[in-house]
């Protein structure tokens, strides 16, 4: 099976713009969430789509959103960029094997802010 | 708040030596246990996981892993590492309070393998 892929692998904005992540998940795996990695911060959690449906959400501003499509494919959205929202944003699908969900990473897009 | 700790920020080895890298969690119920791992360039990559039985689980390219409950303890290890086996390692944790599905990271292990 093809891994989980992410569009754009690279982005440059500039403060007050926005942005949008693509992730297309494994094929079969209903559920794609999202995290941030920074060299500050680690790996956050952003949000989880099952069935295209928000089912958990981390602890960001209202200006990082997302949707989920029916074939579930992702995208993730964040408005009003902030020099701190430069990142490396993951996405992961998951899907049941061995008695439980397990996440699998995308490449990640790397997005900087100027 | 739930949390994941990894208490090795960095360990430097040299090939043949044995790693054992620990990770601890501060939720007391049910718990699935990851570690992942991050070779340069690379994106995260599962080495293993644990949802339930044999506490002793074993993983990709010779790791291995315990999860001793009563310690809130999921160590990772190897008997003997490889130069290819620098990485950044991440400890993770799902079914943490209100969580779901959602993966709690450890802050990481850089680990660097000399020859």
């Known amino acids: 099976k093809a891994g989980v892929t992410q569009t754009p692998r690279y982005l440059i904005k500039t403060r007050g713009q926005q942005v949008t992540l693509s992730c297309s998940p494994i094929?079969?795996?209903?559920?794609v969430s999202w995290y941030q990695q920074t060299p500050g911060q680690g790996l956050q959690f952003l949000f989880e789509?099952?069935?295209?449906?928000?089912?958990n959400k981390g602890n960001f501003p209202g200006r990082f959103s997302g949707r989920q499509f029916s074939n579930s494919r992702s995208e993730m959205n964040v408005s009003t960029l902030e020099l701190g929202d430069s990142a490396l944003y993951l996405c992961?699908?998951?899907?049941?094997?061995?008695?439980?969900?397990?996440?699998?990473f995308g490449p990640g897009t790397r997005l900087l802010v100027l | 708040a739930q949390s994941v700790s990894q208490h090795n920020h960095h360990v430097i080895l040299s090939e043949a030596a044995s790693l054992e890298l620990g990770c601890n969690y501060s939720y007391g119920g049910t718990v699935n246990l990851f570690w992942y791992v991050q070779y340069p360039g690379q994106h995260l990559q599962l080495l293993l996981k644990?949802?339930?039985?044999?506490?002793l689980v074993k993983g990709i390219k010779g790791f291995e892993a315990e999860f001793i409950k009563s310690k809130f303890s999921f160590n990772l290890r190897k008997p003997s590492v490889q130069w290819s086996d620098t990485a950044e390692y991440f400890c993770?944790?799902?079914?943490?309070?209100?969580?779901?599905?959602?993966?709690?990271f450890g802050t990481g292990t850089q680990l660097k393998v000399e020859l």
């Open positions: 094929s079969g795996h209903r559920s």
């Open positions: 789509y099952f069935s295209e449906t928000q089912r």
């Open positions: 992961a699908s998951s899907g049941v094997s061995g008695g439980g969900e397990t996440q699998y």
């Open positions: 644990y949802f339930s039985g044999d506490p």
């Open positions: 993770a944790v799902t079914g943490l309070t209100g969580g779901g599905n959602k993966l709690t």
